[in-house]
């Protein structure tokens, strides 16, 4: 079940949802519909992530993906499953990012509850989870007098139910 069309996050939105999880040597980053790729490349290239896993269903994104990570070869640090996120074993992520529709992040708020080890870090780019308490909410870019982006940090174990 696809959660999201793919649409490409611009790198700074990219940039300052990793910064937002303070990405760093000792995480293991997430990333639940990872399109392209672009959170994975820089939580590894640009954030030294000791290792990036991403989900995708789309499979022509899935295939590109393996080829630009074996271009970059980033093989021993990124990996990239062609299946449904729902279905992901997230127990070893330290940090998990999100650019899914509303309805898929609720969706997914149980798993996240049940499944992600407490002190993990989860980046919502644009939607909410419903029912759980942002540690902090971001708005992000400018177009005249609209913010074009939000972003929500959640951590397992401390958002309490709203």
């Not at 279905?87 to 999100?98: C, F, H, N, R």
């Amino acid at each position: 079940m696809s959660c999201a069309p793919f649409v490409p996050s611009d790198p700074e939105v990219v940039k300052r949802m990793l910064e937002m999880a303070e990405v760093g040597p000792r995480d293991i980053v997430y990333d639940l519909g990872c399109g392209d790729g672009r959170i994975l490349f820089m939580a590894v290239e640009r954030f030294g992530a000791k290792k990036a896993v991403g989900y995708e269903l789309n499979e022509d994104l899935y295939l590109k993906l393996l080829r630009e990570i074996e271009r970059r070869r980033l093989q021993e640090r990124i990996k990239v499953v062609h299946g449904d996120l729902f279905k992901a074993d997230i127990s070893e992520a330290t940090v998990i990012t999100l650019y899914l529709t509303g309805d898929a992040n609720n969706q997914l708020r149980t798993k996240l509850r049940k499944e992600a080890r407490n002190g993990t870090r989860i980046v919502s780019h644009d939607f909410d989870i419903l029912g759980l308490k942002p540690a902090r909410k971001e708005a992000f870019g400018r177009f005249l007098f609209l913010n074009k982006h939000a972003l929500y940090l959640f951590v397992a174990g401390t958002n309490v139910e709203t």
